[in-house]
């Protein structure tokens, strides 16, 4: 009977760093900021994300908006050249109505946290969290056969792309 380790196994497929494109990304207010602030740290803290076909890992990511289209731009962190292993571009066709029912119950949460019940924060809060999976879900289905990434990560990536969207 093979036993389990409770070592960790190092491993190529993550990221080891993470930028925001400075000409995509919309100032945002307070609580915008730190959630893309959290999100990165957390990222980088634990991942998994690997190229479909390819072993060229750790890698850096850039996540911005071209065109209006989500790019994933993707480099190895081992390597000091500034040529990306593979880009990827996505509709954000699937990501609209999803990102603003995603801001308006958001707004509803940030205001509610100030004055509303604690009932009431958490019944918006489940709203915010259903909408946030949603989120992750379809990203995870648009970078199939791209980027295979697990829940967690799929979660904290739909949350910097809700930043980049984020008009204030």
């Given amino acids: 009977m093979e036993q389990a380790s409770s070592e960790t196994v190092a491993t190529n497929d ?3 760093e993470i930028t925001l494109d400075s000409a995509s990304i919309g100032r945002g207010n307070a609580n915008i900021e730190h959630e893309r602030e959290v999100a990165i740290y ?3 803290d634990g991942n998994a994300f690997a190229l479909e076909g390819r072993d060229e890992g750790p890698y850096k990511l850039s996540i911005g908006i071209v065109d ?3 790019a994933f731009t993707v ?3 081992d390597k000091p050249s500034d040529e990306p292993i593979v880009a990827h571009f996505l509709s954000l066709t699937p990501f609209k109505r999803i990102m603003k ?3 308006l119950v958001l ?3 940030y205001q509610a946290i100030r004055t509303a019940q604690p009932s009431r924060i958490q019944a918006i809060d489940m709203g915010r969290r259903g909408l946030h999976d949603e989120g992750s879900r379809v990203l995870m289905e648009r970078l199939e056969g791209k980027i295979k990434i697990d829940v967690d990560t799929s979660r904290r ?3 910097l792309i809700a930043a980049l969207h984020w008009k204030g």
């Fill in 107 to 109: 707004d509803s949460y």
């Fill in 157 to 159: 990536l739909f949350t």
């Fill in 75 to 77: 480099f190895s962190a």
């Fill in 68 to 70: 209006d289209r989500l």
């Fill in 14 to 16: 993550r990221l080891s």
């Fill in 101 to 103: 029912d995603y801001f």
């Fill in 42 to 44: 957390d990222l980088l």
